[in-house]
């Protein structure tokens, strides 16, 4: 592991909820900058966008780093911080034992964190933080072009 810090936020979301979804993220480390987004024209959820972009962001990393990943979704960050290994350890039930939504993205989540060292941060939405608010028009971009792109294969 490198002592090298990449910050990393992300948004998702769809409009409607169910429905066509987006997602964004900003990579920043020391002056470079990345920026991703993309989308599903079909029924997903602003969940299912939300757990994609840092799965993106991370899967992106080409080795080892430090990672300070900002969300304004507390499902998020929550889910990984908090709730995911005892799902884990419950068979993918809730403490309901109902089966855990999106387990296939916090799956994918798990092992996109699993090669870094992460430290997970909650940011409020549409608060004004430059690159929150850059992730959330990616996101936007994201949905846009996921849409354009299926109208065009029909």
Known sequence: MTDELVVIHTDGGCRPNPGPGGWGAVLRMREHVREMCGGEPGSTSNNRMELTAPIMALEALTRPVTVHLYTDSTYVRNGITKWVLGWERNGWQ???????????????????CAGHRVEWFWVKGHSGVEDNELADQLATRGLQEAVAAAAVAI
């Not at 403490?95 to 798990?110: E, G, H, I, S």
């Open 94 to 112: 809730t403490a309901a034992k109902q089966p855990v939504k999106n387990v296939d993205l916090w799956q994918r989540l798990q092992i996109a």
